[in-house]
C-alpha cells in the first residue's frame, strides 16, 4: 500500500527534473537564423551536438541518476552557449572596417554612352562626406551615419548625342561593415527571371518575390526580410540594382536619373544599408 505513493513522488520528481532541464537547455540552444550565420561555424556545430546527446538523453531518462548524468551535459552546453555570447560581443565591439569599392570603368562594347564627371554635383549634394576624391572615373566619400561607417561611390553615365542631362542618370554603390558570416543578395526579378524564374531562388513572401530574386541561406533570408525589411526595399525597387551581403561587407547599388540640385546620395538605399547592418550586429 505504501509502494506506490513513493513510486508516484519518484515519477513525479524525475518529471519536474526532467522538464527543468529541458527547460535550460531550450533557453541555452542557439535558434536564430541570423546568429546562427554570424558565429563560427565552430561554435554552432558544437552546441548543436550538445543540445542533440540532451534530446536523446531525457527521452531515456529513468532515473534521477541519469538527470544527473544529463545535467553535466547541460553544464557544458551552459559553457559553449556563454563562449559563444562573447565571440558575438567581441563581433560587435569590434571596430567597423571595411575595403574601398572597386573604381568604377568606363562603359565600353561600342556604346554611345559615356561616363562624365560628376565631381562638381557629387561635392555639393554631399557637402557632409569626408575624405571626397576621385575614385576611378566616378567620385568617393565616406561620412558616418548613426555611429556607423558608410563609403558611397557614384559615377555619371549620359548620351553622348544627347546635350541635355535630363537623360543622364548616376550609377551609386553604399557601402558599409556587416558581421562576416552571412551571404546573401536581392536582385530586382527582370523579365527573363519572371519568364524562367530561378530554381536556387530563396521564396520569401509573394509581393516581395513578385518584385526582387533572392540568393542565400533560406533561413537567414526569410528572417532578415521580414516585414520592415521588405518595405524599406519595396520603396525602392525601381532604383535599385542589388543588396549583396557577404565577406564583412555590405553593398547597395542603385541608379538614378540627374537631375540639376538634385541629391546622389538616397536616403531609402541609405535606411536600407544601415537597417540590415544594425540587424545582423544585433543578432
Known amino acids: ?32 537564423p541570423i546568429r546562427r550565420a554570424v558565429l563560427p561555424p565552430g561554435t554552432v556545430r ?12 531525457l527521452e531515456r531518462a529513468t532515473s534521477l541518476e541519469a538527470l544527473s548524468a544529463i545535467g553535466e551535459l547541460v553544464l557544458q552546453l551552459s559553457v559553449v552557449a556563454a563562449r559563444a555570447e562573447e565571440e558575438l560581443d567581441r563581433m560587435r565591439s569590434r571596430e567597423r572596417e571595411h575595403p574601398c569599392p572597386d573604381a568604377p570603368k568606363r562603359f565600353t562594347l561600342g556604346s554611345p554612352r559615356a561616363t562624365f564627371s560628376i565631381e562638381r554635383p557629387f561635392r555639393a549634394q554631399l557637402g557632409h562626406l569626408n575624405d571626397v576624391r576621385g575614385h576611378g572615373v566616378g567620385m568617393l566619400g565616406r561620412f558616418d551615419h548613426e555611429g556607423a561607417p558608410f563609403t ?24 558599409t561593415s556587416v558581421p562576416r558570416g552571412p551571404a546573401l543578395t536581392i536582385r530586382p526579378r527582370t523579365l527573363l527571371r519572371r519568364l524562367v524564374p530561378s530554381r536556387d531562388a530563396v521564396t520569401v513572401e509573394p509581393t ?10 533560406p533561413s537567414v533570408a526569410r528572417a532578415l526580410l521580414d ?5 524599406l526595399l519595396l520603396a525602392i525597387r525601381h532604383e535599385l540594382r542589388g543588396v549583396v551581403v557577404g565577406e564583412g561587407v555590405l553593398d547597395v547599388v542603385w541608379r538614378r536619373r540627374f537631375v540639376a540640385g538634385a541629391r546622389i546620395a538616397s536616403d531609402e538605399a541609405l535606411a536600407v544599408a544601415h537597417a540590415i547592418a544594425a540587424r545582423l550586429y544585433a543578432a
Do not use: N, Q
Open 1 to 32: 500500500m505504501t509502494s506506490a505513493p513513493e513510486y508516484r513522488s519518484a515519477g513525479s520528481a524525475i518529471a519536474t527534473r526532467g522538464r527543468e532541464l529541458r527547460e535550460e537547455s531550450a533557453r541555452l540552444r542557439l535558434r536564430s
Open 46 to 57: 558544437e552546441l548543436d551536438g550538445l543540445a542533440a546527446r540532451i534530446d536523446v538523453a
Open 152 to 175: 558611397l561611390v557614384a559615377c555619371g553615365v549620359k548620351l553622348r548625342d544627347w546635350p541635355s542631362t535630363a537623360l543622364s542618370r548616376f550609377e551609386c554603390l553604399l557601402r
Open 208 to 217: 516581395f518575390d513578385r518584385a526582387f530574386v533572392v540568393h542565400g541561406d
Open 227 to 231: 516585414e520592415r525589411y521588405r518595405a
